[in-house]
């Protein structure tokens, strides 16, 4: 049964914010028809993500001038207006730019913001992106303006009650993947394509995404060379030109076990699900920094994209992964530092040995961690305001 229309709005990709499509895919199992409204990908491929989604792209937003910037972006909200005569059943944004533009655009449509990304104002931010302070300001004095307001992790919603003054507290939905019930289209096919031949028989200890200093790239791959597995191998996916993947490119180079690391730009989404579905431990290194507040909240796409693969987890001891060691699908560094990571992976290198870990994987995704799960509040919100 088909139960309207539900326009989804997002400034960054939905390959690089995944969660924008895990909330489209159960909104359609649900009955709705989505249209995703976004800029161009890094990596432009075509996903399949089943019927009842269009994803429609307007432009190359990315390494764009400042003035292109504001020509495209007045084309989306023009756009998103132009599908808002459709009478969609509510608009959902995920970023500062496609709430502002979701309450121009409105009218007596109902609008989700769902916060995926942190972003404070301070003067220092206005004088290296006028725009974006202007924006971010913009955001916090309308943010209670939503008719439903979520981030996704319990220290973001309470950062952002506190930071804006609300009188409520916003709903968490966590970042977590959409169980979809059937394998990726020819996966083990493409990963054999990525990797080298001696990898297929190895434990794969997986990172995919930003690779930066904050996220420890330099400490994982001193920490694997340390641990020295011969049957495991590293890869990385995300490398860019510039000088901390330089180093990185460089410290690989001169590594003993270079053979067995595997170093990869940015990859297709096709190509990134691959490699998770083919690999055993998924890592998420993130340093916490005393003063930056974000640095604290983290909420990262990968550890729900890991799970739903039934990967094992590689992080450092914070609030945010705690619950999963508890849970015994977690091996969690005592801090950032190679040697502590080097332990970290020798205990997730174990773990996979044992074969229960898969079933506890398993349960907690179909139980709580998964996007049917965390995106309720949304589902009943729009089937409540459907009846009115």
Not at 124 to 149: E, G, I
Not at 183 to 197: A, G, H, Q
Request: charged share 25%; glycine share 4%.
């Amino acid at each position: 049964m088909n139960h309207g229309k539900i326009l989804l709005l997002t400034l960054v990709h939905p390959d690089f914010l995944p969660p924008v499509y895990s909330v489209a895919q159960v909104l359609r199992d649900l009955g709705y028809d989505i249209h995703i409204l976004t800029f161009d990908s890094f990596v432009p491929a075509e996903l399949n993500l089943g019927s009842n989604i269009e994803l429609e792209s307007i432009g190359r937003h990315y390494d764009a001038g400042t003035i292109q910037r504001i020509k495209l972006r007045r084309k989306f909200a023009e756009r998103a207006r132009n599908i808002t005569k459709e009478n969609p059943k509510a608009i959902i944004s995920f970023c500062p730019f496609t709430f502002n533009c979701g309450l121009d655009i409105r009218n007596n449509i109902p609008l989700i913001y769902v916060a995926l990304e942190i972003a404070d104002f301070v003067f220092s931010d206005f004088l290296k992106s006028p725009l974006s302070y202007y924006r971010n300001l913009r955001t916090f004095q309308k943010v209670h303006k939503a008719d439903l307001l979520a981030t996704p992790s319990i220290q973001r919603s309470a950062w952002l009650a506190g930071r804006c003054r609300l009188n409520f507290m916003p709903f968490t939905i966590l970042n977590t993947a959409y169980i979809s019930g059937r394998e990726i289209e020819n996966s083990f096919e493409t990963f054999k394509e990525l990797v080298p031949p001696d990898f297929l028989d190895k434990k794969i200890v997986l990172y995919t995404g930003a690779v930066n200093n904050q996220l420890c790239t330099i400490e994982l791959v001193k920490a694997f060379e340390l641990a020295n597995d011969e049957n495991s191998a590293l890869i990385i996916t995300g490398i860019r030109e510039n000088e901390y993947c330089n180093e990185l490119k460089e410290l690989v180079e001169k590594s003993k076990i270079k053979n067995r690391i595997k170093l990869f730009p940015y990859v297709t989404r096709h190509q990134m699900l691959s490699l998770q579905d083919n690999a055993d431990i998924g890592v998420y290194l993130s340093k916490e920094y005393y003063n930056k507040i974000q640095s604290k909240m983290i909420a990262p796409n990968k550890v729900g994209e890991y799970l739903e693969k039934g990967l094992f987890l590689l992080g450092i001891n914070n609030d945010y992964f705690r619950p999963f060691e508890m849970k015994g699908i977690a091996s969690l560094a005592a801090s950032p530092k190679p040697e502590d990571v080097c332990v970290a992976i020798r205990n997730a290198l174990l773990a996979v040995n044992d074969s229960g870990y898969k079933e506890r994987i398993r349960s907690f995704v179909l139980e709580y961690f998964c996007m049917q799960k965390q995106v309720m509040p949304i589902v009943e919100f729009i089937e409540k305001t459907s009846r009115l």
